[in-house]
């Protein structure tokens, strides 16, 4: 009896994560100006997600503050996979060193995703 509803169980938590993704467009915020090789990267590599992935991939850009606008849109975004940020050295590794306090934590507010 028990080894059933471990089965059961284990089904059911199957079952809820066979959950098709994306199911909307996902929005990649670049913290730079358009142009910038961050940018350019962005928009290279979108439309290979997009293919990819079935889904749009939406490029927007937010400059200023030395990245920290663009990241904190992110930050404060629902942590559901559909707002990635291009970051790079400055928002993770210079910024909270030069900026205190920080609307952001990069060590705890997202987790890293790369390839």
């Given at each position: 009896m028990r080894r059933r509803a471990f089965l059961l169980v284990?089904?059911?938590?199957?079952a809820a994560q066979a959950q098709d993704f994306p199911t909307k467009p996902i929005r990649m915020v670049v913290p730079y100006a358009p142009g910038g090789l961050?940018?350019?990267?962005?928009?290279?590599?979108?439309?290979?997600?997009?293919?990819?992935l079935?889904?749009?991939i939406v490029v927007e850009n937010r400059p200023?503050?030395?990245?920290?606008s663009g990241t904190?849109?992110?930050a404060r975004s629902p942590a559901d996979g559909y707002t990635l940020l291009?970051?790079?050295?400055?928002?993770?590794?210079?910024?909270?060193?030069l900026f205190k306090p920080l609307p952001y934590?990069?060590?705890?507010?997202r987790?890293?995703?790369t390839r």
């Open positions: 284990g089904l059911l938590a199957v961050p940018d350019t990267m962005t928009r290279i590599i979108g439309p290979k997600m997009s293919e990819a079935g889904q749009q200023g503050a030395g990245g920290i904190e849109i992110v291009i970051a790079d050295v400055g928002q993770l590794a210079i910024n909270p060193h934590d990069p060590l705890k507010d987790c890293p995703m």
